[in-house]
């Protein structure tokens, strides 16, 4: 290593970024020199040269050495926090939200540390002339065991909100749809409804519709909006007769796959005509307007995100906002503000859209909980934003330039990843207070009982790839684990919702340990729950402190993956893994499966499992999948999670990660039942019931 490659590591070192890091093997790994400088020179830190090395290198010093207080504080409830540097004493006091005094006094000019308020909370903290908000946390978040009046041990459904079917949904699931899924689970015993991201996506681009790829986190899709909630029925139908749309809604709710293009169209058409026809609804005018006082600025700029975005379409610029002319690159410029003054109109369509979802999801929240959900539901958190998209634009400061998030080679795809996001820079999180992590929980939880956050790892470091680099020529950037755990822990308590972390893939040592200390439920999935031998290992050996579950949206199905449905799948995108008979290893699995679901209980040993040597017939999917949810639920998981497909025994999975649409639908499939009926079934009613009796067996 040269002089001034060992110069660059120390940089990277010093701005949080690993030279070394262990894979998913547990095989050392060194970040190449070319790699280190292409991440360091994204993160705003110079290195070609020695005196560029010395400059970031310095600028990293003073922002450690800083003699003011930053715009948050972040400690431990009752805990020591330090503070900035000062050659003179300092007054200093504490008041709560309220404005009351919790605690003042006087601190010497050698005295660095104060003690944070026992009770966890906001607090606005006072020293000299200087001030900033204090986060005082509880030592864990809010747990399935702090939930009032819960019995047994806890199971619930997930489902992919936009495969959620009702009559008149125009081909796409919405709020309405998950109501009506809400009761129908809670019929059966379940507490809980995990569902799909409903992260705002891009109202002009309804093509656009990975709910993993959002174009912000702090706003809802408007597409999951029921167009029946503006003015009633009878205003619904007359607006479908307007359009002449009946013929081709009703064609759309009959597909298979889900139309995202033409449904969507559809959709906002309706939303756009009923918004027109409210006006002369001066309740719902006036509710608008205090909901947009109430949003704020975040809020007016989404809204003018979107309504340019409809504009510079519609002028051949269909990208995203750097594909604009450079005035309108700056939120709060004059060129932006003058376009929301000329198109006024437009903007506060798409203000009433997030107004009427917003509405659409706390119905849907309260008619769990209504139900008789302890929890209700259990909305995700993406581990993204798309750099063209509303969250990018209108945080500029807060999020990364230059870099992708993605994952390295790991036992679920062995030639990485680059998800094309981008997300909160540790710096930017830093220098705005955690404003935007804490906007973004806060939309997460606001009309929910708990969250899970996709690649929950990345509280603790991220795998950013370099634009113009390969998946492979990454590195991981690390970011305040312990501040962003410890704010996760305030949001979770005062919003009373369980947290759960996705932690698949290559994940650190004592990570697991560490959140599962910090109240967050880890995810454990019977796919990945085995031995050295291959072997599955017995549902009470699985974790205590995580989240259990058949499948995830990303793997195989238990009907998929009895039937081998997922190898066919792969093998047509050319995922397949060279060298491997994947055929003839999925039959000696599905002996293993077999044989653990017997040893549990699960299953009854009639004669074994299927020959091994022949293709599973139909009518062995159904008892496997009943097997397979009971197994799952006797684990000692504080709670259990079953997707509807696998409570349906569906065999296909809703997303395959890596091909394009062309080879695989993701995220079009639609269940193949109305959401009102769609645990009434016989298979469905055994699944649950089995997951039901195991659960309360358990406790």
Not at 58 to 77: H, I, K, S
Not at 325 to 339: K, N, Q, S
Not at 438 to 459: F, K, P, S, Y
Not at 655 to 670: C, M
Request: charged share 20%.
């Amino acid at each position: 290593m040269s002089d001034l490659d060992a110069r660059v590591a120390l940089l990277a070192k010093q701005a949080g970024v690993d030279v070394h890091w262990r894979d998913a093997n547990d095989r050392p790994q060194e970040v190449t020199p070319p790699t280190l400088r292409a991440v360091l020179d994204a993160l705003g830190l110079p290195c070609a040269n020695d005196d560029d090395i010395e400059a970031s290198l310095e600028r990293l010093r003073r922002e450690r050495e800083g003699t003011q207080l930053p715009r948050l504080l972040v400690a431990d409830a009752g805990g020591s926090f330090g503070l900035p540097p000062t050659n003179a004493s300092r007054h200093y006091r504490m008041e709560d939200e309220q404005g009351s005094p919790v605690d003042e006094g006087t601190l010497a000019a050698d005295e660095r540390m104060l003690r944070a308020p026992a009770i966890p909370g906001y607090y606005r903290l006072l020293l000299g002339e200087d001030e900033c908000t204090l986060a005082a946390a509880p030592a864990r978040a809010f747990g399935v065991g702090d939930i009032a009046g819960a019995h047994g041990r806890p199971w619930g459904v997930a489902v992919q909100l936009s495969s959620l079917r009702r009559p008149g949904d125009g081909g796409i699931g919405d709020f309405t749809a998950l109501e009506q899924c809400a009761r129908a689970a809670a019929t059966r015993g379940a507490d809980a409804l995990a569902i799909s991201p409903v992260h705002a996506l891009f109202a002009a681009a309804p093509e656009r519709y990975s709910p993993y790829a959002p174009s912000s986190r702090l706003f809802l899709n408007p597409l999951y909006a029921d167009p029946g909630r503006v003015g009633g029925a009878s205003a619904l139908r007359t607006v479908i007769d307007a359009h002449n749309l009946r013929q081709e809604l009703a064609e759309l709710e009959w597909l298979e796959l889900i139309d995202w293009p033409r449904a969507g169209r559809a959709r906002m058409t309706l939303l756009r005509t009923l918004f027109e026809w409210s006006t002369a609804d001066s309740k719902l005018t006036q509710a608008l307007c205090a909901f947009r006082k109430a949003q704020g600025e975040a809020l007016e700029r989404h809204a003018r995100f979107e309504a340019l975005q409809v504009h510079f379409r519609a002028h051949d610029m269909p990208g995203g906002w750097q594909a604009w002319p450079t005035e309108y690159h700056d939120p709060a410029g004059a060129a932006v503000a003058t376009f929301a003054r000329e198109h006024s109109r437009e903007v506060a369509f798409h203000a009433f859209l997030q107004w009427l979802a917003m509405r659409g999801l706390e119905d849907a929240q309260h008619t769990a909980r209504a139900s008789g959900m302890a929890i209700g539901l259990i909305s995700d958190l993406a581990v993204g934003t798309d750099p063209g998209g509303s969250q990018a634009w209108s945080h500029q400061g807060e999020l990364l330039h230059g870099l992708s998030v993605g994952a390295p080679p790991d036992l679920l795809n062995r030639n990485g990843q680059d998800w094309g996001l981008t997300t909160f820079s540790p710096a930017g999180l830093r220098r705005s207070g955690y404003a935007g992590y804490l906007a973004m929980l806060r939309t997460a939880l606001a009309h929910a009982g708990g969250v899970r956050i996709d690649h929950v790892l990345g509280l603790k470091r991220l795998w950013l790839v370099p634009h113009g680099h390969g998946a492979t020529e990454g590195a991981y950037v690390r970011y305040p684990f312990e501040d962003m755990l410890r704010l996760l822990a305030i949001e979770s308590h005062r919003n009373r919702a369980v947290v759960i972390g996705e932690d698949l893939g290559t994940v650190p040592a004592d990570f697991r340990q560490r959140i599962g200390e910090a109240g967050v439920l880890g995810i454990r999935v019977l796919w990945f729950e085995r031995a050295a031998d291959r072997g599955f290992i017995a549902p009470k050996l699985w974790s205590p402190t995580a989240m259990a579950t058949t499948s995830t949206h990303d793997v195989a199905t238990v009907a998929g993956w009895w039937s081998g449905r997922d190898i066919a799948w792969r093998a047509r995108a050319g995922l397949a893994e060279p060298g491997v008979d994947e055929i003839a290893e999925r039959a000696l699995d599905r002996d293993r499966l077999w044989r653990a679901l017997c040893a549990s209980g699960a299953a009854q040993d009639a004669g074994g499992a299927p020959d091994e040597n022949r293709p599973p017939l139909p009518e062995e999917v159904t008892p496997v999948a009943i097997a397979a949810a009971g197994h799952v639920a006797r684990a000692p998981a504080p709670l259990v999670i079953i997707p509807a497909e696998d409570l349906l025994a569906l065999p296909e999975q809703p997303n395959l990660p890596g091909p394009t649409d062309a080879l695989h639908p993701n995220w079009r499939r639609r269940l193949p039942e109305t959401a009102a009926l769609l645990f009434d079934g016989p298979v469905a009613q055994a699944c649950c019931a089995a997951v039901a009796t195991a659960r309360n067996n358990a406790s």
